[in-house]
């Protein structure tokens, strides 16, 4: 089935302790993107990837990482997790549109539920 | 900056009504505009994409339509029901790189 998996799927942890979400899809899609949705807010993009070794910020990209070492994956890491970024996070991708620029229908994944303690 | 507007913010309507949900964007260099779902606690499912050189797109009873030019889209809902209760949101990207920006989406009720 084509789909793309975020891992965990709820965390809880506590200010400063490292963690990485974990966002995979096994359609081959060259597009990938992280994105937080806070109630209020909506869907803030944070972090996107064009592909492999090809990543640029969105809006909200303060105290997270990423990386694209391999097409399939796409993690989201914060170094040192404040209480301001409790959150449901969204992983997505999609091939790029035809003419090379944007993405194309997005597939999203279930979610991750954050809390920083 | 792209800002993305949806009005309204929530909706409520007896089943069977036909309905608009509206989207508008400040940016008109725009690359494609997508509309999805969201169902409580899910993920989002894509609905309707449609490419800044279409007008509309349709699939069954959903019709999306986009004007550029006024930074506006529509997502017409035929003959609603009770199954299409949730959070509809617009996304746009923008030409002005790969970046993609949604609307807070509007909360749509259907009522038996």
């Known amino acids: 089935e084509a789909q793309v998996t975020q891992n965990p799927r709820y965390l809880i942890t506590v200010t400063g302790k490292k963690l990485t979400v974990t966002c995979s899809q096994n359609m081959n899609h060259e597009y990938m993107s992280w994105y937080r949705q806070d109630p209020g807010l909506g869907l803030r993009q944070i972090y996107y990837s064009m592909n492999v070794e090809v990543t640029d910020k969105g809006d909200v990209p303060e105290g997270y990482k990423v990386s694209r070492k391999e097409k399939r994956n796409f993690p989201l890491i914060l170094e040192s997790p404040s209480p301001n970024q409790t959150s449901l996070y969204f992983c997505a991708s999609s091939h790029p549109a035809t003419g090379g620029a944007g993405a194309n229908v997005l597939t999203f994944g279930a979610g991750s539920r954050l809390t920083v303690l | 900056k792209q800002e993305v507007t949806q009005i309204p913010a929530a909706l409520s309507v007896p089943e069977g009504e036909n309905l608009v949900l509206n989207c508008s964007f400040t940016d008109s260099a725009i690359y494609n505009l997508q509309w999805f779902r969201q169902d409580p606690g899910k993920g989002l499912t894509s609905l309707l994409l449609?490419?800044?050189?279409?007008r509309e797109q349709t699939s069954g009873r959903l019709n999306a339509s986009l004007d550029k030019s006024s930074g506006r889209s529509t997502l017409y809902i035929a003959a609603s029901q009770p199954g299409d209760s949730a959070t509809y949101l617009c996304a746009v990207h923008s030409n002005s790189g790969y970046a993609l920006n949604f609307g807070k989406g509007t909360s749509l009720l259907v009522t038996p």
């Open positions: 449609i490419q800044s050189s279409q």
